[in-house]
């Protein structure tokens, strides 16, 4: 299942394709922010309008205050790994081969973060080092190298979604209960803290453990209320009491969208295959 | 999206055995569902969740998303793949 990946209550607001995968939604979701921003300028007014030209040009003198050059130097090696990591699984190797172009490319991205420590940049390398290493089937010493990524760095933001997958590839989830534990407790960025305890519920839940899950979420639901992540846990806490194999499915009535009645109560004695489904 | 053609197929196949199939699109706007349910010849019946509440009934994550439902309503199988529904529903038709 590479590139699947857990999907938050934030995303299912937002109506996100479970296969797309997490870290390329948080990145669209920042230029998304921007652009926004950038069109609310324009509409602003005509002052608005002049004042971003007038910007405009002077970009064209110095470089946008955005462009950090140490982020498109990590994206610039990201992005070659991406591409020499194509070719190689199109040749037929296996992953796990020790030629794998993402095991060097690993090594050269953690090398950027020892020599470059606590910057945005940084923490990308970070974790895309960690992510390589998975996808060259190197769990444990992707493992190792996580153990040294201190408690507080910010790089835990993203690389949670790759202790997930490491665990997803491996139906392994000790790891991932052992890491999204310690950090619910010690992270200092508080969105890494609920989103780790969160993790940690999930992962509990997948490896069967459902009285640990339970006493995540409802840890969430507590520490973190009115927001998305205790709405969220919320959900799960509902679904692992109510909405298991051999329990009544829940009673629904609507209307369908050629104006017909419709419910499941009507079904009595059939078979019923429910998708939920976008066309997006 | 991808999954169509499939169900597809495996309506015709199951839909005279006592099969209901229910498409529930989480969209943004029931406009774009009915071109696509109209442009694939989607023939089964569709709910717009335009409110997200079936959403929050079924704890949905993401989709797509199957909630396989025995003759009696109760849940025989959530969150399959589309590869093995097709295994379950012929189970299910057995019993």
Redesign the interface.
Known sequence: MAGACFVTNLMRRRRVNSNVACHEINLQHTWGKMKRKIIAQLFGSLLGLMFLLTLMTRAQNKPPKLDDPELDRVQAMISQAKKESGQFSKSGSKASEPNNPNLKWAATLWEYRNKHPDTPASAIATTEALRLLVRADRISEMQTKADTVKLDEAAWKRAIYVLVEAAANKKDYNYLISKTQALSQTAVDPEIKVFAHITLGDAYWKSGDTAQARVAFQAVVTKYPKTPYAEEAEGNLMEIELLNPGQPAPQFARTTIKGDPISLAGFKGRVVVLKFWGTY | ?G?VPL?KE?YAQ?KDQ???????????D?K??????ASKGISW?????AD?S?????????????????????????RITIEK?SSS?TD??KK
């Open positions: 999206m999954e169900l495996l199951y006592g099969v209901v199939f229910i498409g529930i699109s989480l969209d943004e029931q774009k569902l009915e071109e696509m349910v019946p569709q709910v717009w969740d997200g079936l959403v929050t009934l079924f704890n949905i994550k993401g989709t797509p998303t199957y909630y396989l439902l025995d003759r009696d309503g109760t849940i025989a199988a959530k529904l529903i299910l038709l």
